[in-house]
């Protein structure tokens, strides 16, 4: 069974575990990201196929890369994230895709449709992912709340306007 990846390449990019593998010298992130999945195995088979989504356009200095089964797709009008959900509800088997994403927003839609979810830690750990899918849904750590950089931030900061006016 084939499975087919939806990976929202900015939570990778900006996640602290991702950065501690960059250097200085290391100029195109998006270039390194991809590289960095295939050298890594992170998604099991290579016949596996791996969509990375990010935001926005693609950078000037942005260079195409085609390699087998991994594509690169900038959601251009719409957030990384609506475009991962589009990409699941006209998916004919959601059953095969894993979405790799820190937000619980995607997080809940993509388990409503019958997709698999893997945080971006998970992700980057480099479990074998097939397995791991096929043991979390038994665990009972999918229960814990958990909050993004992001959500923290977040809430720091209302809570800096509320307490420090």
């Keep these: ?79 990384a994230d609506e475009r991962i959900k589009r990409m699941v509800e006209q998916s004919g088997n959601p059953k095969n895709i894993v979405v790799v994403s820190d937000d619980k927003e995607i997080k809940f839609f993509i388990k409503s449709m019958g997709a698999q979810y893997i945080s971006v830690e998970e992700f980057i750990r480099g479990q074998d992912t097939e397995g791991f899918l096929k043991r979390k849904d038994t665990e009972a750590s999918d229960l814990k709340p958990e909050l993004t950089q992001r959500q923290i931030y977040s809430i720091n900061q209302e809570l800096r306007k509320i307490w420090l006016r």
């Design 1 to 79: 069974m084939s499975l087919q990846y939806l990976i929202d390449g900015y939570n990778i990019i900006n996640h602290s575990q991702f950065n501690r593998h960059l250097n200085a010298k290391i100029k195109d992130r998006h270039a390194f990201l991809l590289e960095f999945i295939r050298v890594k195995k992170l998604c099991g088979s290579p016949n596996n196929k791996i969509i990375v989504v990010f935001d926005g356009y693609p950078p000037v200095l942005y260079l195409r890369q085609n390699k087998v089964n991994l594509d690169v797709v900038f959601a251009k009008n719409e957030t």
